[in-house]
């Protein structure tokens, strides 16, 4: 990682390099390299050139062949970058040759995400998953930290056994044990951590309130939305990955249901799967909720290649079927109303609930709040009970298990309409102030 090494504002000058090997996929290989820049530039590195590198085949070595790797070293320090930042995944091994080849640092599209991670996260929770994370991808390149003691002699005669070992590989070894040891302490940290968070769901669980979950691509406006919807101060900025922690927020909902709704950690393409693993508790609001808010950037030109990275996450942690409502976002953006109509018909398939909103300008707000009554249409009644006023178990039922519209009172007895939670709505039905009438039985 950076700081073992080098600290990120050391780099000064990166070049960034996608080793392609199918050209008829250059698009979103131009793609993929333009949203490595913008990684890049959050971590506040600055970027030299961009290279967008074909090799016919994958190579062990360099992952590309010798010769192609001495081109882009030869442009890296031709343009005095002091750093080479590859978008594809290297292996422990092809990062040591390119850093040797290079004679600078060599870092791939993994640990700039977790460098991005480490900067952000702010819970405990999100602090140890980063932790985790970090250690994990560290530990099978901490021999690159250490080649300086490689070449001293181990102090021994005679060629054989132990005595040929040098300081260097004594040194790693301990070092390798105490970073195994830090993972397992974290690991645990961790557990504990999401014990206390599984503790706080129960008593949520036992409010028996709905619970939605706002996910996304990184910088489509999740946090600025459940501002908008919910009246509070998240963080929310133009930039990658401004959120890491979740946050979770009372709604009232048109119908007078109050229901949780959580902001989570936005997704992005190729994302490292050791973060999906390190992030399950944070992701497991989008796993336990009732339905989930997708939102889109509309404006992005790739907004639908968007959608389908986040679902593909989703389907990984089991959450693809839920109910779904999509926002296409930043629509004050657009100057062309075709792009959203078109984008609202590939989309149509995926979901019955597309909408279009502008969470910055807070429009479409109203329509949200609406779709996820809908959506939540059937775990609740609204409902008028005649009550007595003696029979204070049920009047504190009501007030206590649903939302309380109104009160009123017709001498002895009580008049309320409320939204009640149907699992509770059976049991108050004799006091239904106008009872359905039976059907009769033939």
Not at 308 to 327: C, F, Q, R
């Amino acid at each position: 990682m950076f700081e073992v090494r080098d600290k990120p504002e050391m780099v000064e000058r990166a070049l960034l390099v996608r080793l392609a090997f199918n050209k008829r996929e250059e698009d979103e290989d131009i793609s993929l390299l333009e949203e490595l820049q913008e990684l890049v530039r959050t971590l506040g590195i600055g970027v030299a050139e961009l290279q967008l590198a074909f090799s016919r085949s994958m190579h062990r070595k360099y992952l590309c062949g010798t010769g192609k790797a001495d081109e882009i070293v030869a442009f890296a320090k031709a343009h005095e970058c002091d750093c080479i930042i590859f978008d594809n995944e290297l292996a422990p091994s092809q990062q040591r040759e390119w850093e040797e080849l290079s004679g600078i640092c060599v870092i791939d599209r993994e640990e700039v995400i977790l460098d991005i991670f480490a900067q952000r996260a702010q819970t405990k929770e999100a602090t140890l998953q980063v932790e985790l994370a970090r250690m994990q991808y560290a530990l099978p390149r901490m021999a690159r930290m250490w080649n300086h003691l490689d070449r001293e002699g181990g102090g021994g005669t005679g060629g054989g056994g132990s005595a040929a070992r040098g300081m260097g590989e004594q040194q790693i070894e301990v070092d390798r044990r105490l970073a195994r040891k830090r993972i397992d302490r974290t690991k645990r940290e961790l557990e504990s951590v999401r014990t206390q968070r599984k503790t706080r769901r129960k008593d949520r669980e036992r409010l028996d309130m709905a619970h939605g979950a706002i996910v996304g691509y990184t910088n489509a406006g999740k946090s600025t939305l459940l501002n908008q919807l919910s009246g509070s101060d998240i963080m929310a900025k133009d930039m990658l990955f401004a959120t890491l922690d979740t946050t979770t927020r009372s709604i009232d909902l048109p119908d007078g249901q109050n229901i949780l709704l959580t902001d989570t950690v936005g997704f992005v393409r190729n994302l490292p799967h050791r973060l999906v693993e390190a992030f399950k508790a944070t992701l497991e609001e989008a796993v336990l909720a009732d339905f989930l808010i997708h939102v889109l950037d509309v404006n992005s030109p790739e907004a639908e290649k968007f959608f389908n990275t986040t679902m593909e996450v989703l389907a990984e942690l089991g959450s693809e079927d839920k109910p779904m409502i999509i926002v296409l976002n930043k629509a004050d953006l657009i100057t062309e109303p075709k792009v959203i109509e078109k984008l609202t018909e590939r989309l149509q398939d995926k979901s019955p609930n597309i909408l279009v909103a502008s969470a910055y300008k807070n429009t479409g707000m109203d329509d949200i709040l609406a779709a996820c009554s809908k959506v939540l249409a059937e775990r609740v009644q609204k409902n008028v009970y005649r009550i007595p006023q003696s029979d204070g178990q049920h009047l504190n039922q009501l007030h206590q298990e649903a939302k309380v519209l109104d009160t009123q009172y017709e001498g002895n007895d009580v008049i309320i309409t409320a939204i009640v939670p149907v699992i509770i709505a059976g049991r108050l039905e004799p006091y239904l102030k106008d009872k359905p009438e039976k059907k009769p039985e033939w």
